[in-house]
């Protein structure tokens, strides 16, 4: 059909029409909040480059938990500052470590939201890469154990979901390996299948205290340039027992996100990273956007690639905004 037959317009005139063929939904049970956990008693700071985040005491985390349920926001990711770190990133798997009380926590006082913790190194070591150093390089194998053992201690400490960011060789094997013989065979692994070595973590290491010490992350995080690769990681994670496939970041790899949904079908999860956030906030605070308006879009491309989940510092804003 060709104009004047057929005139598209006809079901944008208002939003009665726009929104019965809507073909994309945001729902705010399919977002997943960040938050970051530090050490002490009634703390709330502010992260100067992530406007509006906080990093916040075990005690608080009630509070948290109670303004996501009450928005429909029902999982959380969490994420720790530890009171000390060393080489080999010992407090990731302590028994009393930061995650572990975060985890106890939540799961007494909101039994009903879901609790996904980060599994990696970054944070707990004093040289602030994502796995155990031998000769000053990231030593691939000796790094499994300690994420296994992390995993592990989240899941008995009430880990709803684990999430290994690492993008070590092999570890989602080692974590379901671990997870399963120690009865937690129904604890997932939503792996960070497709992690780029991006520029748009700053903020995020700000607010962790993670930022390497020497070098970089490129030797084990992927290349930006490479598209193909990622199959190939994707695929490697489903052979070795992931549940979730996620793509981080998620702007900037929008096409990344879409051939993950054309190749698999297992559930698609993407991380709208600290940067892309933190760029929207700065306009926004500028007046040269529409801070909301943008905000919901950027998701919505999200999702339209075909993600099915979204990890994102706007989830309880976007929220909000759902509810009207």
Same mark, same amino acid.
């Given at each position: 059909?060709?104009?004047?037959?057929? &005139?598209?317009?006809?079901?944008?005139?208002?939003?009665?029409?726009?929104?019965?063929?809507?073909?994309?939904?945001?729902?705010?049970?399919?977002?997943?909040? *960040?938050?970051?956990?530090? +050490?002490?008693? #009634?703390?709330?700071?502010?992260?100067?480059?992530?406007?509006?985040?906080?990093?916040?005491? %075990?005690?608080?985390?009630?509070?948290?938990? &109670?303004?996501?349920?009450?928005?429909? %926001? #029902?999982?959380?990711?969490?994420?720790?500052?530890?009171?000390?770190?060393?080489?080999?990133?010992?407090?990731? /798997?302590?028994? #009393?470590?930061?995650?572990?009380? @975060?985890?106890?926590?939540?799961? #007494?006082?909101?039994?009903?939201?879901?609790?996904?913790? =980060?599994?990696?190194?970054?944070?707990?070591?004093?040289?602030?890469?994502?796995?155990? !150093?031998?000769?000053?390089? %990231? =030593?691939?194998?000796?790094?499994?154990?300690? !994420?296994?053992?992390?995993?592990?201690? /989240?899941?008995? @400490?009430?880990?709803?979901?684990?999430?290994?960011?690492?993008?070590? =060789?092999?570890?989602?094997?080692?974590?379901?390996?671990?997870?399963?013989?120690?009865?937690?065979?129904?604890? +997932?692994?939503?792996?960070?299948?497709?992690?780029?070595?991006?520029?748009?973590?700053?903020?995020?290491?700000?607010?962790?205290?993670?930022? +390497?010490?020497?070098?970089?992350?490129?030797?084990?995080?992927?290349? *930006?340039?490479?598209?193909?690769?990622a199959l190939r990681e994707a695929t490697l994670?489903?052979?070795?027992?992931?549940?979730?496939?996620?793509?981080?970041?998620? %702007?900037?790899?929008?096409?990344?996100?879409?051939?993950?949904?054309?190749?698999? =079908?297992?559930?698609?999860?993407?991380?709208?990273?600290?940067?892309?956030?933190?760029?929207?906030?700065?306009?926004?605070?500028?007046?040269?956007?529409?801070?909301d308006k943008v905000m919901a879009e950027t998701?919505?491309?999200?999702?339209? @690639?075909?993600?099915?989940?979204?990890?994102?510092?706007? @989830?309880?804003?976007?929220?909000?905004?759902?509810?009207?």
């Amino acid at each position: 059909m060709v104009f004047p037959e057929y &005139r598209p317009r006809r079901m944008r005139k208002n939003e009665a029409f726009r929104g019965l063929i809507r073909e994309t939904r945001l729902d705010a049970a399919q977002l997943i909040h *960040p938050l970051f956990v530090m +050490p002490g008693k #009634n703390k709330r700071e502010a992260i100067g480059s992530m406007p509006g985040v906080f990093r916040v005491s %075990v005690d608080q985390l009630a509070q948290e938990a &109670r303004e996501c349920l009450d928005l429909g %926001v #029902n999982s959380v990711i969490l994420f720790g500052l530890p009171e000390k770190k060393d080489a080999m990133g010992s407090g990731a /798997h302590a028994k #009393n470590g930061i995650i572990q009380q @975060a985890i106890r926590e939540l799961k #007494n006082k909101a039994p009903e939201l879901m609790v996904v913790t =980060d599994v990696c190194l970054c944070e707990y070591t004093d040289h602030g890469h994502c796995g155990c !150093l031998i000769n000053n390089a %990231v =030593d691939n194998d000796a790094t499994l154990e300690i !994420l296994a053992k992390t995993a592990l201690s /989240h899941a008995e @400490a009430g880990a709803d979901m684990v999430a290994p960011s690492d993008m070590m =060789d092999g570890r989602v094997a080692e974590i379901r390996a671990a997870l399963d013989e120690h009865g937690h065979e129904t604890v +997932p692994i939503m792996s960070y299948a497709v992690k780029y070595a991006s520029a748009f973590y700053g903020p995020f290491r700000d607010a962790a205290d993670c930022a +390497p010490q020497f070098g970089d992350r490129r030797g084990y995080q992927m290349d *930006p340039a490479n598209s193909r690769e990622a199959l190939r990681e994707a695929t490697l994670d489903v052979d070795e027992g992931a549940d979730i496939l996620m793509v981080k970041p998620a %702007v900037a790899y929008l096409d990344i996100i879409s051939k993950l949904r054309d190749e698999f =079908d297992l559930p698609i999860a993407a991380y709208h990273v600290s940067g892309e956030y933190a760029m929207i906030k700065a306009a926004a605070e500028k007046g040269w956007i529409d801070g909301d308006k943008v905000m919901a879009e950027t998701l919505l491309s999200i999702k339209r @690639a075909g993600a099915d989940i979204i990890i994102t510092y706007f @989830a309880k804003d976007m929220a909000r905004l759902l509810r009207g």
